[in-house]
Structures are given as C-alpha cells and as structure tokens.
C-alpha cells in the first residue's frame, strides 16, 4: 500500500524507490547506492533524472501534480503520464525506433523509465547554435506519416481504434491547455498572454482581423472534434532530440487523438521559427546558407510525410477507410483519392502552422529561438515577421501547398 502512494522522487530518494525494480537496476547496474543520479528536467511541467551505474544509464521521468513553470497554484493531474506511456508504447509500434523505448511504468507514481537518448541533445539548441542535422525532414515527415496513417482507420480496424479513443478520453485536462493556450489565447487579451513592449501594433493588427480568428477557431473545431489518429500533440523542436546524424522524437505527453495535421504542423512551425529568429543568432556569412537549410529541411518533412503516407497508403490500407473492394479495377481513383487526401492534410497542415507561429510569440509558453534574443529591437521585428507570416498561413493555406510557394513566402518576410 504504501508504495503505491504517490510521491515525487528526488535525487535522494530515487535510488531506494528504483533500487529493487529489475527493469531499472539490471539497465543501471551495480549497487543502488553508488548510482549517480542527476534532475535535469528543463522542461515546464515534469521531473526528469538521468541515473547512472556500472552497467549503463536510464531517464526516470516523473508528472507532478501541477505545472512546475508556474507551481502549486496550477494543478495538472498525475495521469497525463499515464497517456504518455500508451503514446510511447503506441509510437514504438508504428514508427520503431524513433521514440525511447519504454523499460519500466509505474502508474500511481506517474513515472516512466526510458531508454537515455545519448548524445543526443534538444534540436532546439542546435538550430539556435546553427548545427545542420542529416536527415532531419525526413525522418520528422516518415515519423508524422507512420503515426498519422497507422493510428487511424486507415489501418486499424474500427473496434480497436473506437477502444483507444475511449481509452484517450479520459485524458481531459491536457487538450484543455492546448485548446485555449495554442488556439485562443494568442488571438485576444487573455490572463497569461505576455509579448515583447514593441511588438504591440502588430499584435493590434492580428486581433484586429477577423478573418485570422474566426478560421483560426475553425482549425480549434477540427482539432477538438476530429478524432482521426493519435498525436503526438506537442511536437515542437524541444520534443526533438538529435545527433548530427540521428533523431529523435520525446515527450509525447500532450497525445490525443486529433486531426492527421497537427503534428506535421506543429514540427513545421518550429522550423519556421527557427528560420525567422536566425538573424539574431547568424553572422552575415552564415546566414542565408542556414536560412537555406532550415527551408530544405521544411520541404523535406512535407516531401518525406506526402512520400511515406502514399506508400502505406498502397500496402498498408487495412482499416475500413477506402477499403479496396470499394475501387476494384478502379486503381487509379484510388490513388487520386489518396492525393486528394494530402493535399487537405497539407492545407490544415500550414494553417495549424501559422496558429503555432502565433502562440508561441504571443501567448504563455515562448520559445528560446526568440526569447534569447536580449535586444528587444530586434527581437520584436523578428518575431513581427514570423507573426505576418503565421497570418497568412492561417487565413489563406490554399496558397501554400506548393514548396516554392511556401519558400517565397518565408523569403518575404524574412
Ligand atoms: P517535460 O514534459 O517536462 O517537457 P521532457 O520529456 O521534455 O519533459 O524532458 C525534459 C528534458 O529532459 C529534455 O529537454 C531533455 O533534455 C531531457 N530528456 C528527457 N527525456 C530524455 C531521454 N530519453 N534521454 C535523454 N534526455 C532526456
Ligand atoms: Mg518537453
Ligand atoms: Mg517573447
Ligand atoms: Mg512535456
């Protein structure tokens, strides 16, 4: 009884806690109390420990009952690491290796054991210190088609996949968060809103313009009401760890089911942001090459997304969703039903984008791409040309479905 209480680990107490748990010791090795245990959490809501021993490493990841960025005053409910170890297990099916892999859970404790990620580091910090990853579009784009594709009908059948959207429901407060921080807050005065001083006619501008919101409330429909596949749901560039050679996806802990986009939108944001906040972080010299490979990387998520899903599509199309009796001899109306099918992802894909391009600048959780910049001049025309952007994604997508299109558009307001 009284280990199933839950209790927030600590450097100090970890060891006792784990010590006996096999899963745990066998991967550490040695004894308990010689393991060299570090918090390294840099996160805004959980505890993070990597544990060290004779025999290797492991992360230990525990939710506490609030939002560690704000405290106490904000409660968050223990199980949403409970959704994300089914989403851990459910991504390490549909897209091996790309997710840690899952050693140990323990549910009252809200505590996940994983595989360390090493020497990986967050790909958030090397596109702020200009460090190109091989293979990094591709890799985000297969990993958001695999997971898109075989978590919908597409591919499972329809009792499993009710049961996992009946299993995810349960899972209330997190959406709640994405719903109003990413899709509503950016777009009026709300309570935890905070911008840089000079950006304030631009943020005028954008709430001034009623189109923005009302399709950016549109796009809130389709997340909320759309249960087409388990997300990710937070697959920003600090949910990413990398190499120079290797990527990683963590921290699925906002998963939910939601539209085949969002994710796809989210990492593109990301990159977009990056994109635009370069000039602060660049000399001259290296500016527009980096500049130029973050638009490569961009066209090589969508490339890579559009690539992967056509070919599941062909082989994998197992579900009920356009079963194949339904186009018998009839192949190739399949497989324009298939285009028709990307080109809507890739529409919701850009405007999804554009709304994250607004949170992340206006609304409560920023990013260090931007928030690093310590001259305010500069970061508020920056992040004025990211904004102007993210609006034109937003009201008008249909655009922007073609790369050059897209890369015009970047290259305009950067
Ligand atoms: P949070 O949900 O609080 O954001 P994360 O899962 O993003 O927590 O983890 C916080 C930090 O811990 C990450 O930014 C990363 O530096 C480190 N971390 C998390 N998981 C791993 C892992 N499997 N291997 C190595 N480092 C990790
Ligand atoms: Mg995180
Ligand atoms: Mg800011
Ligand atoms: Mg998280």
Redesign the pocket.
Known sequence: EEATRYEALSVDTLATRLGDVHEVASRVGGDSASWEIRE???????L?F?VTGSVGSV?V?QALPYV?MVGESWPLPLYRAHF?YYALVRQARRDPGVA?EVFYFDKAQALIV?????P???LRRKLINGERVAGLGETLGRFCARTAFRGSELSLESPEKKQDVGLFSGNVAIPAITESLVFTDPYFNAEMNHHTPALSPVVERLRGNATLKARAQRMLLKFTANAETMLHGDLHS??I?ATDTDV?V??P?FSQYGPMAFDLGMAVANFLMAYFSQPAHRLDSDLAAYQAWILEVIEACFTSFDAEFRHLWQTERTGILFPRALFEDQGHESEAACDALLEEIRQDALAFCGIEMHRRVLSLAHNADFEEIEDTALRAGLEARNLLMGEELVVNPAAYSDMAALRKLAKMHN
């Open positions: 390294v959490g840099d996160g805004n809501l959980n993070v990597i992360v990841k560690r994300e840690p994983m595989e360390y990620l090493h990986h580091v967050i600090g949910s760890m990683r963590i921290d802990e």
